[in-house]
């Protein structure tokens, strides 16, 4: 089973960027489909965004399509999301997600890091 450890989160007013990592340790990394999800206080944990294991596929959320993207380096066991243009509303803890299957992650039935804040303010 894998493990992650995501970093990278903070503070950061509106129309600010942040980049998060996502690293993780254990079986051959680029066999891993990887995800980024949230959850807001009080709310569900939510899709954000998805990568197949070769980094050929990606997949977003309506609400942060063209704003945020997705990348992984298979060398050094990472995945990134880059959050652009941030809104008060993508405030949340982040976690990222990793499974053998693109659709369990989307799902988010893969195994989960501990989480990073993030914290957009107006």
């Known amino acids: 089973q894998v493990q992650l450890v995501e970093s990278g989160g903070g503070l950061v007013q509106a129309g600010g960027s942040l980049r998060l990592s996502c690293a993780a340790s254990?079986?051959?990394?680029?066999?891993?489909?990887m995800g980024w999800f949230r959850q807001a206080p009080g709310k569900e944990r939510e899709f954000v965004a998805s990568i197949s294991g070769s980094g050929g596929s990606t997949y977003y959320a309506d609400s942060v399509k063209g704003r945020f993207t997705i990348s992984r380096d298979n060398a050094k066991n990472t995945v990134h999301l880059q959050m652009n243009s941030l809104k008060p509303e993508d405030t949340a803890v982040y976690y990222c997600?990793?499974?053998?299957?693109?659709?369990?992650?989307?799902?988010?039935?893969?195994?989960w890091g501990q989480g990073t804040q993030v914290t957009v303010s107006s």
């Open positions: 254990g079986r051959t990394f680029s066999n891993y489909a």
């Open positions: 997600n990793a499974h053998q299957l693109l659709s369990t992650v989307v799902a988010g039935l893969g195994s």
